[in-house]
């Protein structure tokens, strides 16, 4: 069944994009850490690191594709998932500190030193073994979409209504986390990171394994997402986007169906964050800034959303783009981001990748046409040629 | 008695009406000069004799006397004001207030003062104040005598009292008499009625004055009085309950402010306008250039700056919202989603120009002299500002509703949006009607930044701020509907400000926002829904 499932989610663009993930995990460690800094094939850390947290943006923008691009969902919450499934992993990285900050309190993380509080709050528990922070970094997410879609879809709020009110819950979980009282480390967020399982998380040899560790997060969850959307379910999914009633009116359970994407979708988002935590050494409540969801939906729309490898693109694009601006031109990179979100509406509705596969698929069935077109002329000639 | 000697002095006032100063300077002055002589014993009888003649200018020479500053000439007895320290003296002439040179030290005997003397003279000028010619000097000293109750001041309220015609004065003498009777060991009944006359006035000042009456307070007494304080805290709680909606309010009339324009946008043209906040931004930074303007070259219009505002801002928005729509939306109607994200990326691309242009601080909007200040009514302190907004946003809003029900441009709009076609079909411009409602619903949102440059810092990230509220405003009263925008703005304020005591300002924000995505799942359109086909649209 497996096996069915993974020959029928794959097509030559999933393999070739899985292929060159697979590759780029295997190849931009050893690159880092085996050649010599002066080597000219020698990778950099630092380059490391941000690519690492490119991938993680791209994983983030695939979770929304597949809501987005596939199902019609414009969730404007999307950053919520992967800012509380980063929350999740740094709370496993501050435990793993332990007696080594500056309070020297064993059990307590410093911030809570400082704010005089004198035991562990109940959520914090278990968040010392990595298998549990794992669990929860899937399950939070998860299941506050599964919550929020719950009551959402059921009532058949959809359109630009859900995306405000997605909106509204990320709003809400940014003023809840700027809070003190919360346990989350307020304002600062959580940072000064140590180690992770036992390995020293500023070392070459971690990021260079965090990186490979993104790069096959991504490739899974190509060949996950491509598997759901290559199946029937998937096709059902495309149909109620593009006629909701219809779908409904032919028998489908279409807010099941709407919950199972999103749930899918916040998990996918969760596991991004807790991958893009270590990698930065910060996570603070700026993350669940609307303005950051809503330009996780840029990157996907100029990659071209109902593709999925158009949104792998458009985040590495986009971001390769922002860290190059703003370290030329700070003041103009707001104006070139903003020029990108109307261009992109205006002029790129299918984002790059879908633009190149229309074209690509014209020239096909021109190429196709002419060739039928020719055989019908070859056909229509030889009973002349015969005479 | 006071009376006796006004009828008297008025006689007297009357009689000699020719030379009336120098009568009352030559009396006054020997009165003074009466303290250089008096023995300590004695004294009070000649401070007394010296309030009574009611003349201002006895004050500050009781306060001289009180604070050690007056001296005898030796020579003629003359007493005089004086200051300064060290072996010389400058003199000042009490009645006629003149400076009269300097004298040695030695030439001068101080008039004698002990603490008989000093009570006596505080007394005096109590009661001075009290009977003071001014309105406003009784009205300052009846209070200052309610704040801090002094059973030596109560003959003198007693007597104010007594010749009090004012009705406002009278009533602070009253309750000023009441407090002090309470710390007085005047007789229980006495202080039955006052406790009694406290409980009618109510007000928070009272609370402290009563509860430290009932720990050394007769047992007889301890029942009326905790009756008072029960009675006069509840009332208290219910004007804050007051407050509480009066801030509600406020808050609403803001929400409905920044709402109000993408009523227009979102609710009558379904277009998502992410830029709209951007709208108010630049409707702040309007009031201000206006008001660099007023303050550089006409600095006597200041006051005028914002209604010269109004119009700009209403002028300047209305042109970008009218471009906006032109150069981007009209090609994405139809894509909702999609003009979300256009409109986002114009709002990122206003932004960064203000900040590009105006610097990334706050630029400073003054108030004019009518919005600055606050009044009291009853137990409400309400602010000029706050109220102008409220008063503003009323205003817009019964002027928008006016525009879309009463006037044919109105007409055109509520046709373009109910059926394009049939519009279309019936000679309307559509086009022409789209960039229209879309230039108002923007200006409407500059002038809303008129109004909010009053009350809120005016930097690039102003309408950031605004953009959730009032989209959650206008979710929450139904698109498509003004009304709705109405209720939905006020409710959702007078409902925060409910919730801030108990929950902390951030945490009742939060339960707001958690309450409006609940209320969506239970009425998906809103508390005023559109029915029939248009919902389907």
Same mark, same amino acid.
């Given at each position: ?18 292929? @060159? ?34 991938? %993680? ?10 809501? +987005? ?52 709050? +109940? ?126 009116? /032919? ?26 935590? $270590? ?31 158009? $949104? ?76 | ?49 010296l309030a009574?003649?009611g003349d201002p200018?006895v004050v500050?020479?009781l ?61 005096a000028l109590g009661s001075l104040t009290l009977l003071s ?8 000293a ?14 003198a ?105 993408? !009523? ?7 277009? @998502? ?13 309007? %009031? ?13 219009? *200041? ?19 009218? !471009? ?15 003009? /979300?994200?256009? %409109? ?55 002027? /928008? ?66 953009? @959730? ?20 703005? *006020? ?47």
């Amino acid at each position: 069944m497996i096996t069915s499932f993974l020959v029928k989610s794959l097509d030559r663009t999933i393999i070739t994009a899985v292929a @060159i993930l697979l590759g780029l995990a295997a190849l931009v460690p050893a690159l880092n850490l085996m050649t010599a800094p002066d080597h000219p094939l020698h990778v950099p850390t630092y380059l490391v690191s941000l690519f690492g947290k490119y991938l %993680t943006y791209a994983l983030l923008a695939l979770a929304l594709d597949l809501v +987005w691009g596939f199902c019609g969902i414009l969730s404007l919450g999307h950053a919520a998932f992967f800012a509380l499934g980063g929350y999740a992993m740094g709370m496993y990285l501050m435990r793993q500190i332990g007696a080594r900050g500056s309070y020297g309190n064993p059990l307590l993380p410093d911030f809570m030193v400082f704010l005089n509080w004198k035991e562990l709050p +109940w959520f914090w528990y278990g968040f010392d073994m990595f298998w549990f922070a794992a669990l929860m970094v899937v399950l939070v997410p998860g299941l506050i979409a599964f919550v929020f879609g719950w009551f959402a879809f059921r009532s058949r709020v959809n359109g630009v209504y859900l995306s405000i009110i997605t909106q509204a819950m990320t709003y809400a979980l940014l003023l809840a986390f700027f809070r003190n009282d919360m346990g989350f480390g307020g304002n600062n967020g959580l940072t000064d990171f140590k180690d992770i399982l036992g390995f020293n998380i500023q070392a070459d040899g971690t990021r260079a394994a965090l990186f490979a560790a993104s790069a096959l997060a991504l490739a899974v969850s190509l060949v996950i997402t491509s598997g759901i959307v290559r199946s029937k379910f998937g096709k059902v999914l495309v149909a109620l986007r593009d006629a909701e009633s219809r779908t409904r009116f /032919l028998g489908y359970r279409v807010e099941h169906m709407k919950l199972f994407a999103f749930t899918v979708s916040a998990m996918m988002a969760g596991v991004a964050g807790a991958l893009y935590v $270590p990698q930065v050494g910060i996570i603070n409540p700026g993350e669940f800034d609307p303005g950051n969801s809503i330009e996780v939906v840029i990157w996907t729309a100029v990659g071209g959303r109902g593709t999925l490898i158009g $949104p792998i693109i458009g985040a590495v694009l986009v971001n390769g783009g922002k860290s190059i601006f703003t370290a030329a031109f700070p003041e103009f990179w707001l104006f070139a981001l903003g020029g990108l979100f109307v261009l992109v509406t205006l002029f790129l509705p299918k984002g790059v990748v879908g633009t190149l596969q229309q074209h690509l698929a014209r020239r096909r069935a021109n190429r196709e046409a002419a060739r039928k077109n020719g055989e019908a002329e070859f056909a229509a000639a030889e009973p002349m040629a015969a005479e | 008695m006071y009376r006796f000697i006004q009828t008297v002095l008025m006689a007297l006032f009357l009689t000699v009406a020719a030379t009336p100063w120098v009568r009352a300077e030559e009396g006054l002055r020997d009165l003074v000069n009466a303290l250089g002589e008096a023995k300590l014993s004695n004294m009070d009888e000649h401070i007394a004799a010296l309030a009574r003649t009611g003349d201002p200018k006895v004050v500050p020479i009781l306060e001289a006397l009180g604070e050690g500053n007056l001296y005898a000439r030796k020579a003629d007895g003359q007493v005089f004001l004086t200051d300064g320290t060290g072996s010389k003296l400058a003199l000042t002439d009490p009645v006629s207030g003149d400076s009269a040179g300097e004298a040695p030290k030695t030439a001068l005997s101080k008039v004698k003062v002990n603490n008989s003397v000093r009570r006596a003279v505080r007394t005096a000028l109590g009661s001075l104040t009290l009977l003071s010619p001014d309105r406003d000097a009784r009205l300052k000293a009846a209070k200052s005598v309610l704040q801090s109750p002094d059973a030596d001041a109560l003959d003198a309220v007693e007597n104010a009292l007594a010749a009090e015609k004012d009705a406002e004065v009278r009533a602070l003498l009253e309750q000023a008499r009441a407090t002090s009777l309470l710390v007085s060991d005047r007789p229980v009944e006495e202080k039955r009625q006052a406790i009694r006359m406290m409980k009618q006035r109510g007000g928070r000042d009272a609370l402290p004055v009563l509860s430290s009456a009932l720990g050394s307070a007769d047992e007889a007494l301890k029942p009326d009085i905790e009756a008072a304080l029960a009675n006069i805290e509840q009332t208290q709680a219910l004007w804050a309950a007051g407050q509480n909606v009066w801030y509600g309010l406020s808050l609403g009339s803001v929400l409905l402010l920044a709402a109000i324009g993408l !009523a227009i946008t979102f609710g009558v043209m379904g277009i @998502i306008n992410m830029a709209h906040g951007e709208m108010v931004m630049l409707g702040a930074y309007t %009031t201000f250039l206006v008001q660099e303007v007023v303050r550089n070259s006409y600095p006597g219009l *200041f006051d005028w700056s914002l209604a010269i505002a109004l119009p700009l801002a209403f002028l300047v928005t209305g042109a970008v919202g009218f !471009a906006i729509e032109r150069g981007v939306i009209r090609f994405l109607y139809g894509r909702p989603l999609e003009t /979300l994200l256009a %409109t986002w990326g114009i709002s990122l691309i206003l932004q960064q120009s203000v900040r590009t242009i105006f610097g990334p601080t706050n630029r400073e909007v003054g108030n004019p002299s009518w919005m600055s200040g606050a009044f009291e009514l009853g137990g409400l302190t309400i602010t000029w500002n706050r109220l102008w907004i409220i008063l503003f946003a009323l205003a817009v809003f019964a002027a /928008l509703l006016f525009l879309l029900k009463k006037t044919r441009m109105g007409l055109q709009m509520r046709a373009v949006t109910q059926n394009r076609r049939m519009a279309s079909s019936m000679g309307i411009r559509t086009p022409w009607i789209d960039a229209l409602t879309f230039a108002l619903g923007s200006g409407i949102a500059g002038m809303a930044g008129v109004a909010l440059s009053q009350i809120d810092n005016v930097s690039p990230n102003l309408g950031q701020g605004y953009i @959730i509220d009032s989209f959650m405003v206008v979710v929450f009263g139904g698109v498509g509907n003004l009304w709705g925008t109405l209720v939905g703005a *006020f409710s959702l304020g007078i409902l925060n400000k409910f919730l801030e005591p108990y929950a902390g300002a951030v945490l009742g924000k939060i339960l707001v926002l958690v309450l409006i995505i609940l209320f969506i799942q239970k009425r998906p359109r809103g508390l005023f829904a559109l029915k029939g086909r248009a919902v389907e649209a």
